[in-house]
T-cell receptor, first 114, second 114 residues
Framework: AQSVTQLGSHVSVSEGALVLLRCNYS??????LFWYVQYPNQGLQLLLK??????LVKGINGFEAEFKKSETSFHLTKPSAHMSDAAEYFC????????????FGAGTRLFVKA | EPEVTQTPSHQVTQMGQEVILRCVPI?????FYWYRQILGQKVEFLVS????????KSEIFDDQFSVERPDGSNFTLKIRSTKLEDSAMYFC????????????FGQGTRLTVV
């Protein structure tokens, strides 16, 4: 069965600093991986996805993530944080063994300091 | 851009009452899902629906819950007798047969049981 672990429930960075949100996955088959962002009192917005092919994927708002099979990781990065990036970020994997449901990590809340 | 639409955005109900949460998935999608997010917690899978039947459900999805696709466009989640612990954000999602692993999420319905 697939699962996702997000390291750090809270991450705080200064505006302009590098954002790094960590995600490790467990999967018995090649995974389909996603990052979602949730702004306060809003829904889930897809930031980026990895299915097959290029391991470095670019998403919206300047975010990117790299799929590293050897490390079973899919960390999310952004070179320069902006105040508007403050939100909850969820790493997720698609369940390919029992259906197509999305399995979410616990989430990481990103704080951006001025 | 096509999107998943959920109504209402916020619903308050008394404990023991029945509620129906409504969703209009993207029109050519064939897989439908409901997820739940209790305040401050991660997003949890409830149920998936395909070909007019439940394809998978979690242990959360007990006899108090039911889903229905009453016509060609709507997908509903019914909670028969609400409990305080049913208070949460409920997300509907849908995915295409060609890319079943990529689910598109609605903005959610916040259910408050008082």
């Amino acid at each position: 069965a697939q699962s996702v672990t997000q390291l750090g429930s809270h991450v705080s960075v200064s505006e302009g600093a590098l954002v790094l949100l960590r995600c490790n996955y467990s999967s018995s088959v090649p995974p389909y991986l996603f990052w979602y962002v949730q702004y306060p009192n809003q829904g889930l917005q897809l930031l980026l996805k990895y299915t097959t092919g290029a391991t470095l994927v670019k998403g919206i708002n300047g975010f990117e993530a790299e799929f590293k099979k050897s490390e079973t990781s899919f960390h999310l990065t952004k070179p320069s944080a902006h105040m508007s990036d403050a939100a909850e970020y969820f790493c997720a994997v698609s369940d390919l063994t029992g259906g197509f449901k999305t399995i979410f990590g616990a989430g990481t809340r990103l704080f951006v300091k001025a | 851009e096509p999107e998943v639409t959920q109504t209402p955005s916020h619903q308050v109900t008394q404990m023991g009452q029945e509620v129906i949460l409504r969703c209009v998935p993207i029109s050519n999608h064939l897989y439908f899902y409901w997820y739940r997010q209790i305040l401050g917690q991660k997003v949890e899978f409830l149920v998936s629906f395909y070909n007019n039947e439940i394809s998978e459900k979690s242990e959360i999805f007990d006899d108090q819950f039911s889903v229905e696709r009453p016509d060609g466009s709507n997908f509903t989640l019914k909670i028969r007798s609400t409990k305080l612990e049913d208070s949460a954000m409920y997300f509907c999602a849908s995915s295409d047969r060609g890319a079943p692993t990529e689910a598109f999420f609605g903005q959610g319905t916040r259910l408050t049981v008082v």
